[in-house]
């Protein structure tokens, strides 16, 4: 059997989960790709934290530069988070010809079109599907499935954080002590700057809008506003008239061809699809001129969740093994 060597870059909560999902499943994997995926490297911060079970002491490295150029891997997964060493990992993976599975939508957003060329160049791939929605396959979906309908508006709960502190303020809790409650469940960094000013959304809005437009838009022409100005009154005031305040996040190609998008808090009715989407839940609302519109729901965080997504891309990459060998031709990947 053909085997597909993983090297992670981090083992925090997403990294964690992939540990554990492939220990789970990789007999699953193999048994429908024919290929055995296993994990070779992890690259980490701190080597004296505890990991889970399943992390082998021998896998581990505090230099990511030794994933990256491992012989013995063949697909680069970056869950470490943030700009740098993200970026600078990602480009030497793809320069010594390891594919690239990332959770990373800051990545994605501001360097996507380079790190897509650069892959292109290198004959490899890089795949993002966790970077957005988690555990909702919605990067898989615009990408393989709306092809005879024409996209034409996007629509969703793209960040769980604000979804969850603005269903605690329907209860009664004002913004700071929603967020505080946030951070103590695990929904919100210790810095919630990225979540609650809106970047966390627009970056996931302009992944998916690049997808489903096929036209990419600088970050800077999108419109962003956060939950901080949203207070327990007008929330309150909502739901007295049946409305729900949620953070949403849109994208549309206007009928002069123009692709836009904007995020901000949006005041819903009972009859908005996305109006019973509550806590840490995210969706997507996709409309297209032949489909209609068709809701994407699910947990759009989260360990296995988004591990869930990570893997969907590794089994794709796993397929391409298959099916290189099928039509025998070289193979990027080693042989077991
Ligand atoms: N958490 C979620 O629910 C979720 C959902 C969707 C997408 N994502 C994305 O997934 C990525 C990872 O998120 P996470 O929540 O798993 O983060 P996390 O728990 O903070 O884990 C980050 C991991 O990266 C390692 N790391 C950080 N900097 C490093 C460096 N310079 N060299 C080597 N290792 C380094 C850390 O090492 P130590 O353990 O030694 O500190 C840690 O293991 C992010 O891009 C995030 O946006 C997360």
Known sequence: MKRLRLGLLGCGVVGGGVVEGIHRNADHIAAQTGVEVCITRIAVRDLSRPRTPHVRREWLTDDWRQVCEAPDVDVVVEVMGGLHPALEATR?????????????????????????????????????????????????????????????????????????????????????????????????????????????????????????????????????????????????????RGQRVRLVAEAERTPSGRVTARVGPQWLDPADPLYNVNGVQNALCVSGDLAGSILLAGPGAGRFPTASAVMEDIVKLAGQVRDVRRMDLPLSVSAG
Not at 159 to 183: K, P
Request: one cysteine or more; glycine letters at 8%.
């Open 92 to 240: 030497l993976a793809l320069v010594r010809g390891k594919h690239v599975v990332t959770a990373n939508k800051q990545l994605m957003a501001l360097h996507g079109e380079h790190l897509l060329a650069l892959a292109a160049d290198s004959g490899r791939e890089i795949l993002y599907e966790a970077s957005v929605l988690g555990g909702i396959p919605a990067i898989h979906n615009i990408r393989t499935y709306f092809r005879a309908t024409r996209v034409q508006h996007l629509r969703g709960i793209l960040n769980g954080t604000c979804n969850y502190i603005l269903t605690r303020m329907e209860e009664g809790l004002e913004f700071d002590e929603a967020l505080r409650q946030a951070q103590a469940e695990g929904y919100a960094e210790a810095d919630p700057t990225l979540d609650i000013d809106g970047w966390d959304a627009l970056y996931k809005i302009q992944i998916l809008a690049a997808l489903a437009f096929h036209e990419r838009m600088d970050v800077t022409a999108i419109a962003r506003e956060g939950i901080r100005s949203v207070s327990g009154q007008m929330v309150r005031e909502a739901r007295a």
